[in-house]
């Protein structure tokens, strides 16, 4: 058996205590990240540019020795490749060209996977360097919420524009779900063939979602990618993770075919328990916990592992650690969940 504990657990272990790694774990609330972004450039710059983008992975796994690494790079190189015009400003995070029908009828997957080699060649340098107990992690945005950024142009709170586009166009939106979906399964497989020992796919917007559309236009196209995924790598490890998603998540692991889900803050923990009865589970540690640190830190820490602690767990955020964390309170976290026994 593999000595990687988050492989392990995704083969529905239970270990104690659990695997640890932290979404979003190399950003900005780390001044070492802060430098080589500056050295780097744009963001796109730092995502393509394997020397930084191996440097800003290892970051946090020399920090604090984290079971996973999650490649450096963003859901949104997709709409890159596809040439939207994707980029990244200064406070208002990302922006890109909004798409509509016509756009749709005339994007095509070609150069896609050759625009991303530099990504592939991250992935590669990247398990040669990482420590041989390290889960490498790659990963790509489910096609709802990359499709939300590429309707709308840029974020939004609600997925406004994309879910009245869903309504109007069906059959542009169903055509753009299904070409998401089949770039990103040949995306992830292409990081898996370069050394990714599981993926996680990120549906960030899919608590929007009313339940007809969720299964339409979330488990599906997820399913989908899953499906392609162990077509071609049948040993792939995969996290689905749908923030918001709520009593959606019952029966989400088997109707995507993921072996782990991944669990937002919102998720109650007794549903979550039951949750982990299906399958191994992720989370859910509210990111605002470690900004505050102190005793409101160790109190959530300590309730996500008595309720989850003795069932298959990757101990993790219920979303990505935001700007203003303090990295010493990262440390906090991870010596308390690694004390447990
Ligand atoms: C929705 C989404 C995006 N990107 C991602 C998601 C899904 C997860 C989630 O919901 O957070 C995924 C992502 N983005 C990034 C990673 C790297 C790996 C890691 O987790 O450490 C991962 C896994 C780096 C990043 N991606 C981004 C940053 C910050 C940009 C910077 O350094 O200037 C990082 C470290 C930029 C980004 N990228 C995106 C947004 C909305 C933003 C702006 C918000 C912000 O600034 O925090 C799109």
């Known amino acids: 058996m593999t000595d990687r504990k988050v492989l392990r657990v995704l083969a529905g272990e239970t270990i104690s205590p659990p695997p640890i790694w932290l979404m979003?774990?190399?950003?900005?609330?780390?001044?070492?990240?802060?430098?080589?972004?500056?050295?780097?450039?744009?963001?796109?710059?730092?995502?393509?540019?394997?020397?930084?983008?191996?440097?800003?992975?290892?970051?946090?796994?020399?920090?604090?020795?984290?079971?996973?690494?999650?490649?450096?790079?963003?859901?949104?190189?997709?709409?890159?490749?596809l040439k939207r015009g994707v980029r990244f400003e200064e406070g208002r995070g990302p922006l890109m060209e909004p798409i509509d029908a016509d756009g749709i009828a005339a994007l095509t997957p070609e150069g896609v996977i050759d625009h991303l080699a530099p990504v592939f060649e991250t992935v590669r340098r990247l398990r040669a360097e990482l420590p041989a107990e390290t889960t490498l992690l790659g990963f790509c945005g489910a096609p709802w919420t990359v499709a939300t950024y590429m309707i709308a142009g840029h974020g939004t709170p609600d997925q406004a524009p994309a879910r009245l586009f869903a309504y109007r166009e069906p059959?542009?939106?169903?055509?753009?779900?299904?070409?998401?979906?089949?770039?990103?399964?040949?995306?992830?497989?292409?990081?898996?063939?370069?050394?990714?020992?599981?993926?996680?796919?990120?549906?960030?917007?899919?608590?929007?979602?009313?339940?007809?559309?969720f299964e339409a236009f979330a488990a599906r196209p997820v399913r989908r990618i899953?499906?392609?995924?162990?077509?071609?790598?049948?040993?792939?490890?995969?996290?689905?993770?749908?923030?918001?998603?709520?009593?959606?998540?019952?029966?989400?692991?088997?109707?995507?075919?993921?072996?782990?889900?991944?669990?937002?803050?919102?998720?109650?923990?007794?549903?979550?328990?039951?949750?982990?009865e299906e399958g191994p589970v992720q989370g859910n540690l509210d990111p605002m916990r470690v900004v505050a640190g102190g005793k409101a830190l160790d109190e959530g820490i300590d309730a996500i592992l008595d309720v989850l602690g003795n069932g298959p767990?990757?101990?993790?955020?219920?979303?990505?650690?935001?700007?203003?964390?303090?990295?010493?309170?990262?440390?906090?976290?991870?010596?308390?969940?690694r004390g447990r026994t």
């Open 24 to 81: 979003r774990q190399a950003g900005r609330y780390l001044p070492e990240y802060r430098e080589t972004r500056l050295k780097a450039g744009s963001f796109l710059d730092l995502c393509y540019t394997p020397e930084y983008a191996v440097e800003v992975t290892l970051q946090p796994i020399r920090r604090y020795a984290f079971d996973a690494a999650i490649l450096f790079s963003d859901i949104l190189v997709i709409p890159d490749a």
């Open 171 to 213: 059959a542009a939106f169903a055509r753009l779900l299904d070409l998401l979906a089949d770039i990103s399964a040949d995306y992830l497989c292409a990081q898996i063939e370069a050394g990714a020992d599981a993926v996680q796919i990120f549906d960030s917007w899919a608590g929007v979602l009313g339940e007809a559309e």
């Open 226 to 276: 899953v499906d392609q995924v162990r077509a071609r790598h049948p040993q792939a490890r995969i996290i689905a993770f749908a923030k918001g998603a709520g009593a959606l998540l019952e029966g989400y692991r088997k109707r995507t075919d993921a072996d782990a889900i991944g669990l937002d803050w919102s998720v109650p923990l007794s549903f979550a328990k039951r949750l982990q």
């Open 313 to 337: 767990l990757i101990f993790n955020l219920g979303h990505g650690i935001t700007p203003q964390a303090d990295p010493a309170h990262v440390t906090q976290l991870v010596e308390r969940v």
